[in-house]
């Protein structure tokens, strides 16, 4: 015999209120990395040894900058799910895994937005 | 009813004296090890683009420390950890839609989990030093 109501089967979001969301999302991000990260790690490699100047030049190209602003917050968003979910196996106590956690989101934000505006900045300037 | 016995051994310490050596629990650990190293890797990335934004001389003290011994350990270190973290990524994918459960598949994917990581570093760094 199941000790659920029939709503709380019918909406399955569980004691943590949030279903398969964090799952869900993790997965969408992890597909959306795959040809990201690719692109991104063999275009720095290939950016290998060059100066401020190329740098600038490769930013500065439109699909460049939109590919590399989709990368960061994929990435961001991938990490802070995957550190968020550390957290809540390693860290006991309440009040440390709550801080932990507020910490995870400020920080990965923080990142998130610094780069992607470093990223505008470059490819919008001059 | 049974009693546990005293000062039975936990897990953590089960580990190397009672449980057998598995590439499976192996890899498992590496995919969260290379993951939270890859979350302070983007310290790095977001540094160097800020670096970038910075101007000519922000960027070249920046680059500096990249093209250094202990900065070029580092990428080399980040590239493996993305190149690893990604092609595992994909082989717990698979799992996701249930396929390659059994444990022969298992093992061969982490196989090959392992050798494509590699051939992909060394791909990415034979194109850095290839220029």
Known sequence: MSMRSPLGRARGLGSAKDGTHHFWVQRVSAVALVPLALWFVFSVARLSGGDFFMVRHWVHAPSVAVTLVLFIAAALYHSMLGVQVVIEDYVGSEGAKIASLLLNKFLHAIVAVSAIFAVLKVALGQ | ?131
């Open chain 2, 1 to 131: 009813m049974s009693h546990p016995t005293p000062n039975r051994p936990l897990s953590p310490f089960m580990l190397g004296q009672y449980y057998r050596f598995q590439l499976t629990s192996l890899l498992s650990i590496i995919h969260r090890i290379t993951g939270v190293g890859l979350s302070l890797g983007t310290f790095l990335l977001a540094g160097w683009l800020i670096s970038l934004a910075g101007g000519p001389e922000c960027y070249a003290a920046f680059a500096k420390h990249l093209t250094a011994w202990y900065g070029q350990v580092l990428l080399f270190g980040w590239s493996w950890a993305l190149m690893y973290h990604l092609c595992n990524g994909i082989r717990h994918l698979g799992w996701d839609v249930g396929k390659g459960y059994a444990l022969s598949a298992a093992y061969a994917s982490g196989y090959a989990v392992v050798v494509v990581s590699l051939i992909l570093t060394a791909a990415a760094w034979a194109v850095a030093y290839a220029h």
